[in-house]
């Protein structure tokens, strides 16, 4: 099983950053995606960045232009910048075998989360 790790949340005013790390040991296979969700209370849990094995990057429409997801050898990044309070969520990362997929469902493996609220 693959453990993902997350880290980097917290407090700040909007307009501010935060960059969220995600450490895995590795991947289950040679085709991956590796991406971050949220999930805001009361609403469910939706992608937001997805960053693939093939160097592709993808972002859900509320956070482009602000998020930027990274990687290297064995950690995964979200850079957000000018975080508005709708940004406000529990943040996990997420690693799945094969191609991307925005369906949370397709996960195979789950960080414990990291919280980001903006006010």
């Known amino acids: 099983h693959v453990q993902l790790v997350e880290s980097g949340g917290g407090s700040v005013q909007a307009g501010g950053s935060l960059r969220l790390s995600c450490a895995a040991p590795g991947h289950t296979h040679s085709t991956y995606c590796m991406a971050w969700f949220r999930q805001a209370p009361g609403k469910e849990r939706e992608g937001v960045a997805h960053?693939?094995?093939?160097?592709s990057t993808s972002y859900a429409d509320p956070v482009k232009g602000r998020f930027t997801i990274s990687k290297d050898k064995n950690t995964l990044y979200l850079q957000m910048n000018s975080l508005k309070p709708e940004d406000t969520a529990m943040y996990y990362c997420?690693?799945?075998?094969?191609?991307?997929?925005?369906?949370?469902?397709?996960?195979?493996?789950w960080g414990q989360g990291t919280q980001v609220t903006v006010s």
């Open positions: 997420a690693l799945r075998d094969g191609g991307c997929s925005t369906w949370d469902r397709n996960y195979n493996y």
């Open positions: 960053s693939h094995s093939d160097g």
